[in-house]
């Protein structure tokens, strides 16, 4: 009786979303979980009251390891709602501390792919721009007394209509990404927010978090995890 009371702290999960969650773990040990991460997703809560990535997966892990009591399921970083891909959760607070301390010592190397309309005036460049952010309407503008935010991209493929480029970023400025390409001239394809011209049909916007690679906090062995390219890209290669 005291398992099954602790247990109905978190939802039950069903057959239909257990499996879902199951194939989309990119990762997985006693210390650290890596998602594959759907536009639409939240990472963490927010003021829309939704259920975020890190309580779903607490109910999931609750259920499929019949784990009693609390479960920990720490945020060390978050993508935007729209974006979608490789998203780290940390499952001790031992590896949270650690990974949030590798993260601000850039030991975590994160590659983005995103596609845009326009081609890029080069097809490689680093970018630095300095970005402000209001709050009240979350969105970052480039302004000259803003922090420095620095990229680099470069162009990997081309479809009949659209631009893949690949991203690297040195610094973490909210919508750094996003901002930085649309400044370019480049807006991400489907990021009305931004610039595109029209939204994508399933409301996301066209950026992936492709890879991540970093030394495990604990293990301390190399982990390096890809995410698949959304079906809704057509004509990319990945």
């Not at 194939?23 to 650290?32: A, P």
């Not at 479809?159 to 901002?179: A, K, M, S």
Request: net charge positive; hydrophobic share 35%; aromatic share 8%.
């Amino acid at each position: 009786m005291y398992l099954c009371s602790q247990m109905s702290i978190y939802r039950e999960i069903s057959t239909a979303e257990f499996q879902d969650l199951t194939s989309r773990i990119l990762y997985e040990d006693n210390h650290l979980l890596v998602f594959n991460k759907r536009s639409g997703e939240i990472v963490q809560g927010d003021k829309t009251g939704d259920e975020p990535l890190s309580e779903t997966l607490k109910a999931f892990i609750a259920q499929r390891d019949n784990k009693p009591g609390q479960v920990f399921m720490g945020v060390p970083h978050r993508l935007d709602r729209p974006v979608s891909g490789v998203t780290l959760f940390a499952k001790t607070s031992k590896a949270l501390e650690r990974l949030n301390n590798m993260l601000r010592e850039g030991a975590i190397h994160k590659t983005y792919w995103a596609l845009t309309a326009n081609r890029p005036p080069k097809d490689s460049d680093t970018l630095t721009d300095f970005l402000v952010r209001n709050e009240s309407q979350n969105k970052s503008y480039v302004a000259k007394n803003g922090k420095e935010a620095r990229l680099k991209y470069s162009l990997i493929q081309t479809t009949e209509r659209y631009f893949l480029l690949e991203i690297q970023l040195f610094t973490g400025r909210h919508h750094q990404i996003r901002c930085q390409l649309a400044n370019m001239g480049c807006p991400i394809k489907g990021d009305l927010k931004y610039g595109a011209k029209r939204s994508n049909p399933d409301g996301s916007i066209s950026l992936l978090a492709r890879h991540i690679q970093f030394i495990h906090p604990v293990k301390k062995t190399e982990v390096d995890v890809t995410a698949p390219v959304p079906s809704t890209w057509k004509g990319i290669q990945g």
